[in-house]
Nanobody, 123 residues
């Protein structure tokens, strides 16, 4: 059973930065075989794709975060990071990391999810 734990959320002023971490426990398989995606869900809205990184470091970003957010992974630590810069109140949401086998930006393609971490950006 893959387990994912997000950390690093919090309250930040507009224009500020946060770095989220997603630590994975992947018994029976190597972490590099998983694509890890970041998603977010604001109150009253659907969960939406933010960024994803495959084991070979292929990366894709949502247009809304391109140029501001950066995803990376450290396979030796079974951890994926999401560096978020130039944050705006529109980025306020619960951020989730998810793991799946194939590269995808679709929520239903990911079988394992973390519990989420709250990011609040004040104006």
């Amino acid at each position: 059973q893959v387990q994912l734990v997000e950390s690093g959320g919090g309250l930040v002023q507009a224009g500020g930065s946060l770095r989220l971490s997603c630590a994975a426990s992947v018994p029976g398989r190597t972490f590099i075989s998983y694509t890890v995606g970041w998603f977010r869900q604001a109150p009253g809205k659907e969960r939406e794709f933010v960024a994803a990184i495959a084991g070979n470091n292929y990366i894709w970003y949502a247009d809304s975060v391109k140029g501001r957010f950066a995803v990376s992974r450290d396979n030796s630590k079974n951890t994926v990071y999401l560096q978020m810069n130039s944050l705006s109140p529109d980025d306020t949401a619960v951020y989730y990391c998810a793991a799946g086998g194939a590269f995808s930006i679709v929520t239903t393609d990911y079988g394992y999810w973390g519990q989420g971490t709250q990011v609040t950006v004040s104006s």
